[in-house]
């Protein structure tokens, strides 16, 4: 499975971009899909999640209500819509894909529950 993300970039604060992350090598609807996040000296943390079936989706605090995660399994891609982005949110954005459909709360916040990864765009937010 290869995954590739994009539509990183620089942006002010206040602003939006849409990342994209597209699916190749097995079948998409399949797996959970997640974003995650790495800024600077930090840990890689969740940011959100959508389930293959239904839409089900998981936002982390700081993202919900700014950030809006949505797939289309048509064409395998998976969306991060990012609205009111703050410079806090500058960082690495990487896409990444997991078999394990039983994901819940504690699990699928994890790095380590995702078994593909894309290679990962950046985000700057200035302020």
């Known amino acids: 499975v290869q995954l590739q993300a994009s539509g990183g970039g620089l942006v002010q604060a206040g602003g939006s971009l849409r990342l994209s992350c597209v699916v190749s090598g097995r079948t998409f609807s399949n797996y959970i899909m997640g974003w995650f996040r790495q800024a600077p000296g930090k840990e890689r943390e969740f940011v959100a999640a959508i389930r293959p079936s239904y839409g089900a989706t998981y936002y982390t605090d700081s993202t919900k209500g700014r950030f809006t995660i949505s797939r289309d399994n048509a064409k395998n891609t998976v969306y991060l819509q990012m609205n009111s982005l703050k410079p806090e949110d500058t960082a690495i954005y990487y896409c990444?894909?997991?078999?394990?459909?039983?994901?819940?709360?504690?699990?699928?916040?994890?790095?380590?529950?995702?078994?593909?990864w894309g290679q990962g765009t950046l985000v700057t937010v200035s302020s």
């Open positions: 990444a894909a997991s078999s394990n459909k039983n994901l819940i709360s504690t699990t699928r916040i994890r790095a380590s529950s995702y078994d593909y």
